[in-house]
């Protein structure tokens, strides 16, 4: 597969758009997923992700394949994010349940009961929405996306004991967030 992505950046930086599509193809999903995790707001993650590929398109000639392809359009859709929210000065969050699901809704323990489940799911959503933005990146990609802590390092552009130190507040803070919320 590696091969295959590499050959495909190949042909699309050499201006073959199939090639890029195919590349967009592979990692839409994933993109998708974090701009919604990252914005709280199915609209608000539709236009990250456009603005992500249309980026990476951009400066596709820019890839030296010194990192995995995925790595490098996560920093995008970070950095993106970033970029974002600072021009607007602030997040907006809409976010309904009917929006479809949010991996962070999904990982508490299972309740005895679905109002139960419901409420520790609301509040999980609530108190990491609450994280400040670096340990809310940095707990996304490790705890949701599943990242390597080097390849979260890379993403967001820090040193690794930058990330663990981001990843061990978030997880100080939703603890002390979900207390309450404790199955024994």
């Given at each position: 597969?590696?091969?295959?992505?590499?050959?495909?950046?190949?042909?699309?930086?050499?201006?073959?758009?199939?090639?890029?599509?195919?590349?967009?193809?592979?990692?839409?999903?994933?993109?998708?997923?974090?701009?919604?995790?990252?914005?709280?707001?199915?609209?608000?993650?539709?236009?990250?992700?456009?603005?992500?590929?249309?980026?990476?398109?951009?400066?596709?000639?820019?890839f030296?394949?010194?990192?995995?392809?995925?790595?490098?359009?996560?920093?995008?859709?970070?950095?993106?994010?970033?970029?974002?929210?600072?021009?607007?000065?602030?997040?907006?969050?809409?976010?309904?349940?009917?929006?479809?699901?949010?991996?962070?809704?999904?990982?508490?323990?299972?309740?005895?009961?679905?109002?139960?489940?419901?409420?520790?799911?609301?509040?999980?959503?609530t108190?990491?929405?609450?994280?400040?933005?670096?340990?809310?990146?940095?707990?996304?990609?490790?705890?949701?996306?599943?990242?390597?802590?080097?390849?979260?390092?890379?993403?967001?552009?820090?040193?690794?004991?930058?990330?663990?130190?981001?990843?061990?507040?978030?997880?100080?803070?939703?603890?002390?967030?979900?207390?309450?919320?404790?199955?024994?």
């Amino acid at each position: 597969m590696k091969n295959e992505i590499r050959q495909l950046i190949q042909l699309a930086q050499a201006g073959d758009s199939e090639a890029f599509h195919q590349l967009v193809a592979l990692h839409d999903e994933k993109i998708m997923t974090l701009a919604f995790q990252l914005t709280q707001n199915k609209t608000d993650a539709e236009d990250l992700y456009q603005e992500v590929f249309i980026k990476a398109y951009k400066s596709l000639s820019k890839f030296r394949f010194q990192s995995a392809f995925y790595t490098w359009l996560y920093r995008i859709t970070v950095n993106t994010f970033y970029n974002l929210k600072r021009s607007q000065n602030k997040m907006l969050i809409q976010e309904t349940l009917e929006d479809g699901p949010d991996p962070l809704l999904n990982i508490s323990e299972e309740p005895k009961s679905p109002y139960a489940q419901n409420e520790i799911m609301i509040a999980v959503k609530t108190a990491a929405e609450k994280l400040p933005d670096k340990q809310r990146t940095a707990f996304l990609l490790k705890h949701i996306q599943n990242l390597k802590i080097r390849e979260i390092s890379v993403i967001m552009g820090i040193g690794e004991g930058t990330v663990k130190k981001y990843l061990f507040r978030a997880i100080e803070k939703l603890r002390i967030e979900l207390k309450d919320y404790r199955y024994e």
